[in-house]
């Protein structure tokens, strides 16, 4: 079986040392709450894909709520048992996904998934997850600076709108109907979020292909592919360029709030 990723024991060795109760950078959540997450997520897709493996027939994936309750109500100890165990299904699911060949997929939150994109999304998830945890470190800037992860999120953020912090959601929360935001680092391509009447999207650009916008942003790697999920913090520098009347409605839509 393939061994796990830098980003999943970077995370699994941060949450040997969490206390459970503690809050995370995701609204609301604990550390138990976010492990519940994680743990209910590895088993829906070692579950949906076992399913494809064994030629049963496809199923919806199940909401949040609905996969992660039975895991928030277990004793701490046990949930983290659990987070291991399917954490293993999981793996070995997409290895024995990917021995089909780069074409096969399963059907994950309304799109289809191969084995090289479910183990893309969990690199992901592991690094951004690690960082709700613990905030900025050295780890977690090797970990998140790496470019691969940010043209994950825009793949994965344009394609899973039942995600909160896909481009929709945010616009819709944030009221904003029509705006171009450039996100932008050194020596790395922009990414603009770009809002219309007709919808909201990520776009990632070719290197040397600078783009315009109603506000370009500037700040390291990290701390943009922490922008691109909705995260922040004040340990990044970020500079702005936009009409100052802009700043509140681009900091709605990129972290949730106008401060």
Avoid at 122 to 135: M, T
Avoid at 157 to 185: D, F, K, W
């Amino acid at each position: 079986m393939t061994q796990a990723p830098m980003e999943t024991l970077a995370l699994m060795e941060t949450l040997a040392g969490a206390d459970p109760a503690a809050r995370t950078a995701c609204p609301g959540w604990t550390v138990h709450e976010l492990v519940a997450h994680l743990a209910a997520g590895a088993k829906e897709n070692a579950d949906l894909i076992e399913d494809v493996l064994a030629g049963r027939p496809t199923r919806a994936t199940r909401s949040f709520d609905e996969r992660e309750a039975v895991f928030v109500a277990m004793p701490d100890e046990q949930l983290r048992d659990e987070l291991a165990r399917e954490s293993t299904r999981k793996l070995a699911a997409v290895d024995a996904l990917a021995a089909r060949g780069p074409d096969a997929t399963y059907d994950f939150t309304g799109r289809k998934f191969t084995a090289a994109i479910a183990r893309m999304h969990g690199h992901s998830e592991a690094a951004l997850h690690r960082w709700d945890i613990v905030g900025d470190d050295e780890v977690g800037e090797t970990l998140l600076v790496a470019p691969e992860l940010t043209r994950h999120a825009v793949e994965v953020l344009n394609t899973l709108p039942i995600l909160y912090e896909a481009p929709a959601p945010r616009a819709r929360a944030a009221g904003v109907s029509r705006l171009r935001v450039v996100l932008r680092s050194p020596a790395e391509p922009d990414v603009v979020l770009a809002i219309t009447p007709d919808g909201a999207r990520f776009e990632l650009r070719d290197v040397g292909d600078t783009a315009e916008g109603d506000a370009v942003l500037t700040t390291d790697t990290a701390h943009r592919l922490l922008a691109i999920w909705g995260r922040g913090t004040p340990q990044h520098p970020v500079t702005i360029a936009a009409d100052p009347r802009l700043w509140a409605t681009v900091a709605a839509v990129l972290w949730g709030s106008a401060s």
